[in-house]
């Protein structure tokens, strides 16, 4: 017990909790726990979101599709986090990307109706969860006001990348065709090709056929920001 409250205390919706707190909400939760191996898929997306689902350890991938297919996003976490909190609510109730095992992973989830009533007894987990709301409203619009003086073919490149993930940090992979990313940033393919080869020199990105891996975004944040 003192390793799961050790554990949950990493996630935002449990943070500043006390152990007797703990002790009361786990009994209010009637939680759920279960394992997942290398491969296998935990929500796909378009699935429904009628639970609160915990990764309490293991590392995992998040993949997202555009709208016509035409690129796909996978993110990758190693950290415990819950598997979008923000689809609980809101016009789509269904979850916006495919999450899957990529080691052993184990995973503990409660009910909607579960979560709301620790969110009305427990004055701490509201206020996490509106900080934790909050927190991604406005990191997503700070993104989409972010200047950078510098317009050459990296920079646009990086600004691409860096607007389409969802957490600013480890690993991510792209997936889509060279001329379709060109069209996407609206540059020639000759010049998307050259930059990307470069960047791949210096170490920032990994190229592959129809894919682009980063080792770690937040290089290239960085870079973007300086």
């Known amino acids: 017990m003192e390793k799961l409250y050790e554990t949950l205390l990493q996630l935002p919706l449990f943070q500043g909790i006390t152990l007797y707190d703990f002790n009361n909400l786990i009994g209010k939760l009637k ?3 279960d394992k997942y191996q290398a491969g296998d898929t935990i929500v796909n997306s378009g699935d429904t979101c009628d639970n609160v689902i915990c990764i309490l350890s293991g590392e995992t991938s998040s993949s997202s599709d555009s709208s016509q297919k035409t690129y796909s996003v996978t993110e990758f976490s190693d950290q415990p986090h819950i598997i979008e909190p923000y689809s609980l609510f809101g016009i789509s109730n269904t979850y916006k990307s495919t ?20 969110v009305n007894e427990f004055i701490i987990c509201r206020l996490n969860i509106i900080n934790m709301l909050s927190n991604r409203s406005q990191n997503l619009y700070k993104r989409l006001w972010t200047d950078n003086d510098k317009n050459d073919f990296e920079s646009r490149i990086i600004r691409f990348f860096l607007q389409h993930t969802e957490t600013q940090e480890g690993k991510k ?9 060109a069209t996407l940033i609206n540059i020639s393919h000759v010049n998307v090709s050259y930059t990307l080869n470069q960047m791949a020199k210096e170490g920032l990105i ?13 290089v290239l944040k960085a870079k973007y920001e300086g």
């Open 99 to 118: 999450c899957k095992a990529v080691s052993e992973v184990t995973i503990g989830k409660f009910t909607k109706l579960a979560f709301l009533t620790i």
């Open 31 to 33: 939680w759920h726990f």
């Open 206 to 218: 990994k190229m592959g056929r129809m894919n682009i891996e980063i080792p770690d975004i937040a």
């Open 173 to 181: 992979m792209f997936r889509l065709k060279l001329y379709d990313f």
